[in-house]
């Protein structure tokens, strides 16, 4: 796609969400890192159903380790919560023990940690400390494919391909951008074309018309 029709695709999207940001709630970087391993296969939804009372408990690592197998009760409406149990128990003694207890800021560290892949860690870099990655999702992935910033289904190349092709004033909005507009307008069953801003930019739509 054409830069020009990449910026106007961006333009047009942050102008229907101006206040664009991840719809998972969380008050510190040590939430974010909670929600963010809760949210795997999940729902922002259902995650901050269940973080609203698991973090009045439990916010710092310390905390959730003396929690400990009774993060269960708290988390158990959600997907694979024996699993996320035990990355949250382990990743929580590697803060304390490598991290001083802190969200550590670089990919590698993240990624260290169980239960943190690559778009978990693209995603905690991006809101928590402001770099310009960009997580790609099965709402960025189907998304970006329809409009025609993208033509692959493997995370990875649309993620590089991204990077490349997103203009830098919009790195840092593109994953909660795509995010929002496949959640709300582009969405996995029946897109929303009518309504949807960026009808006359998108590959999708010219291909169905
Ligand atoms: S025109 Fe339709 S397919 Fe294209 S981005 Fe909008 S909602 Fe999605």
Redesign the pocket.
Known sequence: MHRTKVTNVFLRLKKFFPNSRIELKFKSNFELFIAVLLSSRTKDAQVNFVTKNLFSKANNPYNMIKLGEKIKYYIKSIGFFNRKTDFILKSCNILLKKFNGKIPSKRKHLESLPGIGRKSANVILNVAFGFETIAVDTHVLR?SN??GLSNSNNLRNVENTLDNIVPKEFKISCHSLLVL??RY???SKR???K?????D?????KN?L
Do not use: A, E, S
């Not at 309504?195 to 009808?199: G, P, R, S, T």
């Not at 930019?201 to 739509?205: A, G, N, Q, S, V």
């Open positions: 998304v329809r409009i507009q496949g307008i582009c969405k897109p929303n074309c309504i949807c801003k960026i009808n930019l998108c590959k999708f739509y169905n």
